[in-house]
């Protein structure tokens, strides 16, 4: 059974950091390019950072770039978001996906709909 288990999120003041986890299990971790999304109340689920199957290639989304850094470590199974820098429009829902390692994920690893597996979330709020 594969489980994608989110952590680390909770409640940060503005400027604050996180550190988000993303534990696997299930699959051969390696063979997946991992990222993290987000969804905001009201909003559409939205590419947050991808790391590749490796760790050697990362790649952001507007909304974070420069404020974060995805990171994986693959003998531990797990997947990473720092965060820093964090503001209250940087409150949502945070998600793990895990995309089968293919040729085209680092021209479609913003899509939502390529990722094979999900996790539950973990919710990040940020006070003013």
């Known amino acids: 059974q594969v489980r994608l288990v989110e952590s680390g999120g909770g409640l940060v003041k503005v400027g604050g950091s996180l550190r988000l986890s993303c534990a696997v299990s299930?699959?051969?971790?390696?063979?997946?390019?991992m990222a993290w999304f987000r969804q905001a109340p009201g909003k559409e689920r939205e590419f947050v950072a991808g790391?590749?199957?490796?760790?050697?290639?990362?790649t952001y989304g507007d909304s974070m770039e420069g404020r974060s850094t995805i990171s994986r470590d693959n003998a531990k199974n797990t997947a990473y978001l720092q965060m820093d820098g964090l503001r209250p429009e940087d409150t949502a829902v945070y998600y793990c996906?895990?995309?089968?390692?293919?040729?085209?994920?680092?021209?479609?690893?913003?899509?939502?709909?390529?990722?094979?597996?999900w996790g539950p979330g973990t919710r990040v709020t940020v006070s003013s």
């Open positions: 996906a895990a995309d089968l390692r293919s040729s085209t994920w680092k021209s479609e690893y913003a899509r939502s709909n390529i990722y094979d597996y």
């Open positions: 299930g699959v051969s971790f390696s063979g997946y390019d």
């Open positions: 790391v590749s199957w490796s760790g050697g290639w990362s």
